[in-house]
């Protein structure tokens, strides 16, 4: 069975930068097959891999009995229609975020899965970062009803397709999950409400959807998580910090390389610093494969990802309405 044939959809600069590389250095995977939209692309990546082929037809990927898992690494309006292909087809499936650009697609995509009987993983990698892991270990439940606050500030120019609401589904739903997930993961509670207040900070001619809020999201245990999504900042600040403050203790997670606590030992302050970035995309792909070979639980599944992706959702109804936005478990236990 191993390594399992794998069919890459979508050869972009995430695809070359992370999901190949990685598959290629695993000894679970092996690239099979490339395909995308750009033939000079399918081919480039093609050639990396040492692929058996390339191609721009999908379905010549969905139709091939050898390929037994399909990552899928494209723009944000085709997530849902690829994965629910690649479940019919019998396909155990890693797509990258988001899940779908609405609920409706998450609910299709939930059915396809749960139909055909395949292991489904979200591109969410941030929670199986070791970092994060840590925190979930750190917070025991006496250390509960927390405060986090997580700052996401990447640039990206306002001509990026992740701002095109047809195709990108806008920042928050082509990224905030992102962060939603992480949020949720760090508190024990189910969320129960989102308030959101931001707009477009980049040129509005181009833009057409907010591109940068501050996000509220309240939990059943009166946790409270704020995330700052911002997307005209500067390169050369650090991208993404994570504060948790619980019964007189802190974490503090600084772009997923180095991780400082406070008052978890009396007045004890510890850091931790890692070689090297790590924020889990490794680990999942690592766990998809020890699911599908021992048919166990497959990381940011399909409950996990669309609880984020129903919150996303949420964000940009309430920056349009201005309202606090309710939110309950019923509506992402697809
Ligand atoms: N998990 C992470 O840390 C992370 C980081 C960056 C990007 N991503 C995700 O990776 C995905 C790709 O992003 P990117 O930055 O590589 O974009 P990109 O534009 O560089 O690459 C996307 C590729 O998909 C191809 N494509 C688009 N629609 C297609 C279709 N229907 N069939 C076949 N090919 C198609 C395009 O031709 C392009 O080559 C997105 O979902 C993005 O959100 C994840």
Redesign the pocket.
Known sequence: MLPLKTGL??????????HVPNMIASEYYTIHAC????ED??RAVSETAEAAYFT?D?NKIFNDPEIEVIV????????A??TIKAAEAGKHIL????MGMNMAECRKIATAVRANNVKYTV????GLSPFISKAVDLLTPENDKRMIYYRMQAPFPASH??HNPAV?GGRFI??GC?NFDVLCELVAAPPVAIYASGGIFLDPDVVKIPDSASVTISFADDSVATVLINSKGCADFPKESIEIYCNGKVICISDYIKMETFGFEPNCKTTLEAKTQN?G?IKEIEQLADAIINDKEPPSGIRQATRAACISYKVNESIATGKVIPISEEEYNL
């Open positions: 959809i979508g050869c972009g600069s995430f695809a070359r930068g992370m395909c995308d939209l750009d692309a399918a721009t999908v899928i690494a494209t723009w944000h309006d085709s997530h229609e690829l797509c990258e975020k988001p591109g969410y990698n941030r397709w992740t990108g082509g990224e992102h924020k995309h």
